[in-house]
């Protein structure tokens, strides 16, 4: 566990280049403006939440990111290069698993999907699956349908999915804001050792803001009506997160109130 | 239970009773009727002598012939015009124009073309299946879950398998409803074409009964055709069931 937290520490040095930048990326759709000169860096294995009040845009900045929009003007850049489209090292996890997966396919095959997208020879595949299965805590579950899994297994379903490409980037947009508070932490905790142990870098978004410095190492929260940038906030608490320990430090508490305080006052 | 099941069957069983028994009591002569008794009678004698049965793979053979080309046509169709506007724009008006043309109306150039027999039969079929799935199978492939669509572009799926492995397994429910309405049509238009003018299968039957002034043998026709469109319509709605259950049976009101 020290040591998954050093690799994390270690990786996220301020000095790094960002892995996904927005560089005055606005966006207007309908000719509305959604996002207005967002200028955000992610570091490579940072784990970045966004938070902000319903409709201030924080779906749509991912959704920049992972390349399902493009900037009317400004730009996305991962590695350095323009997102012109989305790219197979950047996976997204929607927050309606339900219409994410195909209902007409097993777990097996829905993982599978992103690996015959990714050209892995069938031989592979079934071990492949099976890892990957067993990774998000569904081993045995693999000739089930989505249908007859709960919300829970389902979302784990698609984070297995999206680890199948290998990402570099994982986005996750909502992605436990359908569950039950003790799924969600059980999650929550999952997704956090699964990105430790791929190195992979994370923007989260969320409007739970408990969720997001639990989980972050960085939390920006974003001004509606268009969306920009309003607060940012480093996280410096101890990894590995625990939900107890992690929750009733004073560090939290005091990053709990600011980001309460810049809500309410956005929702006046 | 039984018995609320029989209740539908009273009235027509009541009403065959009926009709034998005036028929019987007034001598009945006529060209055009027959007491249900010589129905049956006749239609036990064209199973007897298989000409009932030959007629019937006649027909059954050009209406699957037809459903087949029809489908796969309309279906390719359908597709490419779900996912391009820009080609089901560009190909609106053809498609509007030529649609309403009823397929019997293409029967004399159809005739001077390929003359008679299978082959004419199962253009005409084929032209009055495209149609339903085209139509249907467009608007199926419209209402795939956006979601899924973008799972595909994240994914990086090429666009042979985005057709493959999402859009055509997500619109089946919806292609096979389309599929069943078309199986009905081809049905009808085979036995048109066969009554109007092609020496073969059941239309033919019918008509030959009709000139040989036996109208037993013609109604055993007429019941014999459709029992035969009865089973094929249960046949695909049982297929359907069982392929994709209840959810795909509401694609009925389309």
């Known amino acids: 566990m020290a040591i998954a937290a050093k690799r994390q520490e270690a990786s996220v040095s301020p000095l790094a280049a960002p892995q996904l930048a927005f560089a005055d990326a606005t966006l207007a759709l309908g000719g509305k403006t959604i996002i207005e000169n967002l200028n955000l860096g992610v570091r490579p294995g940072e784990f970045l939440c966004i938070v902000g009040a319903s409709g201030c845009g924080k779906t749509t900045a991912l959704r920049l990111a992972a390349g399902l929009y493009q900037p009317t003007s400004g730009a996305v850049t991962f590695d350095g290069q323009p997102m012109l489209q989305p790219r197979r090292e950047i996976a997204i996890v929607f927050q309606d698993y339900g219409k994410a997966l195909l209902p007409w396919r097993t777990a097996a095959g829905n993982v599978s999907l992103a690996l015959e997208a990714g050209g892995i020879s069938v031989t592979e595949r079934p071990a492949r699956i099976d890892a990957l299965l067993r990774k998000v805590g569904l081993p045995g579950h693999a000739e089930k349908y989505p249908a007859e899994m709960s919300g ?10 999206c680890l199948a490409q290998e990402p570099k980037a994982l986005l996750m947009d909502e992605p436990f804001g359908a ?14 050792s699964l990105v430790a142990a791929s190195n ?33 906030l480093a996280v410096n608490l101890p990894r590995p997160r625990d939900q107890l320990a992690t929750r009733e430090h004073p560090e939290f508490l005091r990053l709990r109130r600011q980001l309460f305080d810049f809500i309410k006052a956005t929702e006046q | 239970m039984t018995l609320d099941r029989a209740k539908p069957l009273m009235l027509p069983i009541g009403a065959l009773l009926a009709f034998e028994g005036w028929a019987r009591a007034t001598h009945l002569q006529s060209d055009s009727l027959a007491p249900p008794s010589e129905i049956v009678a006749a239609l036990a004698g064209a199973l007897a002598d298989h000409s009932i049965l030959a007629a019937t793979r006649d027909t059954l053979f ?26 089901d724009r560009l190909m609106e008006v053809t ?7 009823p397929s019997i109306a293409l029967l004399p150039i159809a005739l001077i073309a390929l003359g008679f027999g299978y082959r004419m039969e199962i253009v005409i079929v084929a032209f009055a299946c495209i149609w339903p799935i085209l139509i249907l199978s467009r608007a199926a492939v419209r209402s795939v879950e956006p979601r899924l669509m973008e799972v ?59 000139q040989a002034l036996r109208p037993d043998l013609m109604l055993a026709y007429l019941v014999w055709i459709g029992a035969i469109g009865y089973a094929l319509n249960m046949l695909l709605t049982v297929a359907q069931r ?5 959810a795909a049976l509401s694609g009925d009101s389309l």
């Open chain 1, 152 to 161: 829970g297994m389902q979302q784990r379903l698609q984070i297995a999915r």
């Open chain 1, 179 to 192: 569950l039950d508070a003790m799924t969600r932490q059980g999650l929550q905790d999952e997704v956090l």
């Open chain 1, 200 to 232: 992979a870098t994370v923007i989260f978004v969320t409007h739970d803001l408990d969720e997001a410095i639990y989980l972050g190492d960085r939390v920006v929260g974003l001004l509606p009506h268009p969306g920009r940038i309003g607060i940012e």
């Open chain 2, 62 to 87: 050009a209406t699957f012939a037809g459903l087949a080309i029809g489908s796969f046509i309309g279906l390719a169709l359908g597709i490419a015009f779900g996912i391009s506007d820009t080609l």
């Open chain 2, 95 to 101: 498609v509007e124009a030529v649609r309403p043309v």
């Open chain 2, 152 to 210: 595909s572009r994240v994914l990086r799926l090429p666009a042979a398998q985005r057709v493959l492995k999402i859009i055509i397994p997500a619109a089946l429910p919806r292609i096979f409803v389309a599929f069943r309405l078309s199986a009905g049509i081809a049905l009808i238009v085979a036995v048109t074409v066969e009554i109007a003018i092609n020496p073969l299968g059941l239309g033919a039957g019918i008509m030959l009964a009709q």
């Open chain 2, 242 to 246: 069982r392929l994709f259950g209840r």
